[in-house]
């Protein structure tokens, strides 16, 4: 007998009807204890929330009435957490292998995705009913309960299946456990060993060795896979260095002055596409090619559709999705660098570099010939398979076809996990945590280790600007000089749409300015190193120079990227660009004379001040 949880809104007087009604005839056909109905199933002393989540544990269905006003007083309570139907709704969607099914009363539709908040989007996925409460209702509610029942009985066979899966996999956790405490206990005994022996190999020679200019720390017991190298350089060599780095900082500096006045360039022009383009869109249905509209731009939003699975050949996986992405992850050493300097007195400097090495897993080949000591840090080199992205064609909106362009913009991904008998096929491949292994043990991996996983890119609705050409789409070529093509997971309309791409304008811009400035000041710091080099005789004298360059590297840097800036806008909007360079050449003009200032007004030995020398 199955037992049933019915939510409603009461301010919902058409919803309230029907589930009475629902709960009424489901009580007389499989007894009093078989439906969930919040007035009625309430038990004195407990919250409703906890109610709810005990009458979820016991309920084989699910049944969302959405009437008339449902979506609406939704909408009035998303900020209310005390949202109780919000909270039915969510919490059974939550529930793997509950289901729940949205029972829409005649005349009313079901809601859209982005009208639902993030908790309950997956019930638009979910397959519902419509019931008229007046009209054929006994044969509404049969139709339903048929379907409810054979589910339920897919539902049973399922929950055996995983059931027998789950005893399989805590079977192998516990074989796994057991090799792994094995494999402990004999990792310890060689590390007791390994341990005893450098006691004995330390106790007889000396803990760092000299080689050239360098000494090199022996690895401790306690860390055997780091040592330290320590070097020196004099305050000529540190000089040397800084000299030839003032060519390089010129180069760099010269470099920020283009990227800082195209950028704004590039700025202004694609906001003005953008700005053309949203006058210009026109919205159209994707359910149909219309050739009135071919030439123009236009926006779309509809489902996304694939004709067949997307198939990785070569494992045997397949996937109904847009997109099928195969990562390979290697496990190998890698190493990592930490240096720290000391100033000493006379200019020069001491290095000491800590080299460590750790096991981790990643994406692509790790050369240990170059590591600082390759030895007992080998990683194999190429890996077994390759990683790549298998794109379904075609991919159709309503009547139209995406182009490869357009699915490049396509890219939220989730992760698709793979059944425990993927694997059965595969001869050195095992399947754990939902992805392809390839080793002994993926509870203690070892260097050479793989492992594949999967993601796959399914958005359910796609919206997009463009220009229709045939049954496809092409990018708009703006009169201002950019061209418009935006792509969008989801339902957004055109005002969405042109509002996020100049955002994104804005952001880039400035990220963009950013760059500019950060290579003038890096170029104006180099190109004065020298001066800060030449003072590390005296290590805190030298630290103060340093600290007065960088913020006069700094100011300048602000200044001229500000002029910079004005300049460009000169080509684009005159009036504004002639103000924004006023203004940047009057600040700099208040700096000069306030550095004259103080050279003027700077007190002289004998407690006055100095005058400028009349000629």
Known sequence: MPNFFISYRRRDQDGKVLAHMIFRELRRRYGEQSAFLDVDSRSPGLSFTTKVDQALKVTDVVLVIIGPAWLQLLTERLEDSRDLVRYEVAESLKRIGLPVVPVCLSGVEMPRLHQLPDELKDLVRRDGVTFDPFQDFDAHLARLLSDVERELATARDAAAKLAAERAAKER??????????????????????????????????????????????????????????????????????????????????????????????????????????????????????????????????????????????????????????????????????????????????????????????ADAPIDSAQFQKPEGHENPGQFPYEAKTIVADPVTVGAFTLSAEQLDKLNDATNLKLDANAADQLPNLKVADGRFYKGANPGTPAIGDVRISYQIVNPVQVSLVAVQTGATFAPYQAKAGDTVLLVEEGTHNTTEMFKAAQDANTVMTWILRAVGFFLMFLGLFLAFRPIAVSGTVVPLFGSMLGVGIGVFASVIAVVLSFITIAIAWIFVRPLLGITLLALAIACLVWLIRRGRAKTVQRPSPSGGRSHRRRG
Not at 223 to 248: C, G, H, M, Y
Not at 295 to 318: F, I, M, R, W, Y
Not at 351 to 357: F, S
Request: net charge neutral; charged share 20%; aromatic share 8%.
């Open 172 to 361: 192998v956790a516990a074989e796994e456990r057991a090799a792994k405490t094995a494999a402990a206990v004999e990792t310890a005994e060689r590390a007791a060993q390994e341990t005893a022996a450098s006691v004995v190999v330390l106790s007889r020679s000396p803990s760092t060795l000299t080689s050239g200019g360098a000494s090199v720390k022996r690895p401790s017991s306690t860390l055997p896979d780091s040592f330290s190298a320590t070097s020196n350089q004099s305050w000529f060599s540190r000089l040397f260095e800084s000299i030839k780095s003032v060519l390089f900082g010129f180069i760099i500096f010269l470099i920020a002055f283009p990227v800082l006045f195209l950028n704004e360039g590039r700025a202004v022009r694609t906001a003005r596409s953008l700005t053309e383009g949203a006058g210009a869109v026109v919205s159209v249905p994707a359910d149909a090619v219309n050739a009135a509209n071919e030439g123009k731009l236009v926006h779309v939003s509809s489902a996304v559709a694939t004709s067949n699975p997307l198939v990785d050949d070569e494992l045997g996986v397949q996937a109904q999705a847009v997109k099928l992405i195969r990562t390979v992850e290697m496990y190998q050493w890698k190493e990592h660098e930490k240096s720290e300097t000391r100033k000493k007195l006379g200019g020069g400097t001491e290095t000491i570099k800590t080299y460590t090495y750790e096991k981790e897993w």
